[in-house]
């Protein structure tokens, strides 16, 4: 079969600099197929995405290489004709419509508009009539009234689906997803999702999909394409490379990708991939690797075929680094203690007098880890915002102890607030960017009036604890990368020594590796300090290890609630199981979508 | 525009226009009320009987309750009669009219010269990004930027007008009567002061706004969709572009209302600015209360403007209107 894209020695460097972006990049894709390129951020996939339809972003310039969409060289045509292109032979499915659509422009005229521009039919008739057909291939509505709306009055689903229907509208030979559901709802993502697959299927579309997320490709993708530090390091039929990837950071990242299907314990890697310009000689996986030897800090691993189809780019495919071998998660043996160290009773929070979570009652033992999931606007962080005494618009009892909590924090004593600590999404919320971390550590000590040289000593305590150094009390929070500030904000947190860590999304900002390795320090210090933990999150597989029970968040109610091995395992709500149904999992039955499997 | 949403938020903002301008009127009052010296001492003089003060007093009616007056000149001023000037014993239109003519001529110069430039300027720095052009605009706007009017005033007087070249007036002389239109070469100096003054700040916005909506998801998006050049110009780029720099041009034009006392001072130029100037030396009350409200007024609308033309290119405002 004649390939639909052929990517041959592609290489993209900083303009300034000439360090390289992304360097010998060789892919194909045929029609019909799916490719999914996986990587963390940084890696370049996004960029390797976009030169498939020709540009390169600002500070970008391709050094050297081919991109071939049938037999055209996107990367050799003049502007004129890369501009009939884009948009016609190859398109683009942006990460987010909610800033990819033109908010001035109502999105009927941005979906004829693509249209026009390759004066799809000859006439403004056929022009309309595709408009009204590819909206009803995305499940749109095509009615006038729907296409006048402007982006803002679309759902973040509907506006993905508007993303769509502009990439399809041409009917392209080939088609670049770049993330298309970051941000959207598992339901919406799942429905976004199927739409991709059912279109590529029946118009023989070549489709690069671009992820951060395996369990998203694991069912959709024909084929998988790992990248690091901006090289494909391993490319293989997709159930193969999951089942036994052949590169160790490969092997890396399906160990620390949270699963919903998969029983075992998510394994982290500190660090991060070496940015442009910081990359060794050799593989620039070798400073994390803990198989590394000499020969791998020579030169970058010729491709070695694995297994027909299967190409990694390793001097020792197939080996198993031994962190990666992850023991299955025991099922949680918590037993409900008969005095919780945190309980709510009737609370009920409102937002702007408007109410927003209804009547929650729930326990929280010590040393439990109990997980708040919810989709956005569940009403989750609310609540745990009024648990940490940073949202005052509540009624109810949430209680310490036995002991009634005020309802702002300020009027919390202070041992109060020592012992009830809440950590952020966002680091900076707690670490100041103009202190240096030690500083912003110290703070909670201050306030339960440790003295100088005693805080000092905890500081260092704290950092090592969160597998920092002391020296990294010294430095400021943007000179640490964004796994190191949020251990940062969790030593800050840890350094109160409290009994009750309220977790908000801790990880959602953070690259798998780095969100593994986070919750495993979560895990070990539940363990080693017998902390209780609230872990309120959206993304339901990363729970799965972690959890003792969990609480289902609905539109400001708890639907579901229980230990978490039974809530997956046997979910008794329709919305429960709505939830996991529409959760991509990795590990599916013999992956049986797929046609190579 | 058929948006009834749309025609309240204008209903909406020209009350809101006209309750600030209430405001400024009782505080105008209440600020002459407050002046130091009594006005009908300051017209007669030194000299004149305390009597004929009196007479005077009593004739200006300033013998009457502070409210009353307040009042009588409030509602004279609403059904279009700004009164007469103490000094010159004349209808205030009769007396300045020309000068509120000459000034309202000169900031319309100055904005339909300065508001196209900048936004040129603008529109290229940030598609010559970086470059050489970029740089160096940049480092001249901002000097000029830092540059008072009266400093650039005297260096285009010294440059244009008295000791390097001598090609065009250092002054204006503009007989009353005479519109400045038919005086165009001693329009040049006052206008450029304004423009210069002007420009650096509407550029900037510009160009800031320009490279903010280039480097956005959309645009690229439409580079993407295999967009012509002129089309991601002109329909993705330039209406996302235009909020901000409707602001700054509104900020701008009420700036030039207080510029051009400084620029009319400077060239002696006959407007309004003098007016002012002369009426506060003597306590000339009608007139420096119908000035300053001839300013408020230009202030509002001229904003009054500038917000309604956002909300029209925007349209996640224009619907949120109900
Ligand atoms: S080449 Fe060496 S360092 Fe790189 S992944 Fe393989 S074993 Fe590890």
Redesign the interface.
Known sequence: MTQAVRIEGLRLEAVASGHDIVDEVELTIAPGEVLGLVGESGSGKTTVG?AV?G?T??GVRVASGRVFIGDTDMLALPEREL??????LV??V?Q?PS???????RIGRQVV??LE??DFGGSDEARRARTAEVMHEVLLPSTPDFLRR?P??LSGGQQQRVGLA?AFANRPKVIVLDEPTTGLDVSTQAHVLATVRNLTASHGVAALYVTHDLAVVANLAHRIAVMYAGRVVELGPTAGVFDDPGHPYARYLMAAAPDLGGEREMVGLPGRAPSPGKRPVGCAFALRCELATEECHVAFPPPIEMRPGRMVRCVRPGAVPDRTKAPPVVASSSTVSEKPVLSLRDVTVSYAEKQVVHDINFDLSPGECLVLVGESGSGKTTLSRSIGGLHHEWVGTISLDGKALAHSSRDRSVDERLRVQYIFQNPYSSLNPRRPIGASVARPLMIAGVDEKEADRRVGEMLERVSLTAAHARRYPDQLSGGERQRAAIARGLAADPEVLVCDEVTSALDVLVQASIVELLAALRRDLGLSMLFVTHNLPLVRSMADRIAVMMEGRICEFGPAHDIIERPQQEYTRRLIADTPKITVNGHKDHPDA | MGNIGVWKFIGRRLLLGLATLLVVSIVVFAATQLLPSDPARAILGRDATEQSVNALREELGLDRPAVEQYWDWLTRLVSGDPGESFNARLPIMDYIGDRVLNSLFLLVLASVISIPLSLLIGAYSARKRDTAFDHVSSNVMLALASLPEFVIGMFLVVLFSTIVWQVLPAVTVIASGEGPWNHLDQMILPTAVLVLGAVPYIARTARASIIEVNESDYVEMARLKGAPEEVVLWRHAVPNALGPVFQVIALNVAYFAGGVIVVEFLFNYPGIGGALAASVRVRDIPVIQFLVMVLAALYVTVNLAADLATVLVTPRLRTRLK
């Open positions: 976009l339809l540009h972003r600002r501009r009939e292109a884009r948009g016609k398109s683009y942006p987010d800033t990819a659509l033109n908010p001035a422009m508009e693509v521009f390759h402007y803002h009055q502009m």
